[in-house]
């Protein structure tokens, strides 16, 4: 079974702002070169969530587990990308497309806050 993960960003007009993203999407690719990796955005920009799951479906994928790319649940979180993605999964119900949590607290989140507030204090722009 080909697997793809969808990793869904907000969207944003201003240049450059999926950098991030896609960054961690190719360190992905490279630890899993057999999965499918794929940016997808709520809103803006291009591909849609709905467009993201069909070039993952395009690529051979049966399943597809999308992933917020969020660390607050609101209501993108709560409502929109669940239903965007039960709208996807009734158009495709030959395929396996999962909505898996965002990304939420985590421990390891934490210590890269560390890092930021450190840089901070000693005056290192790290973007």
Known sequence: ?????????HGSKMAGSSDAINQVIEALRKKEPATIFQAGFLEIQ???????????????????IVIPYFV?????????IPRIVSEVKAKYPHKNIRLAEYLSFDPRIVSVVEDR????????KTS
């Open 1 to 9: 079974m080909k697997q793809a993960v969808l990793l869904v960003g």
């Open 72 to 80: 607050q649940a609101g209501k993108h979180v709560v409502q929109d």
């Open 117 to 124: 507030v450190r840089q901070a204090r000693e005056g290192v």
């Open 46 to 64: 291009s591909p849609n969530i709905p467009d993201g799951i069909e070039v993952c479906l395009n690529q051979g994928a049966d399943e597809v």
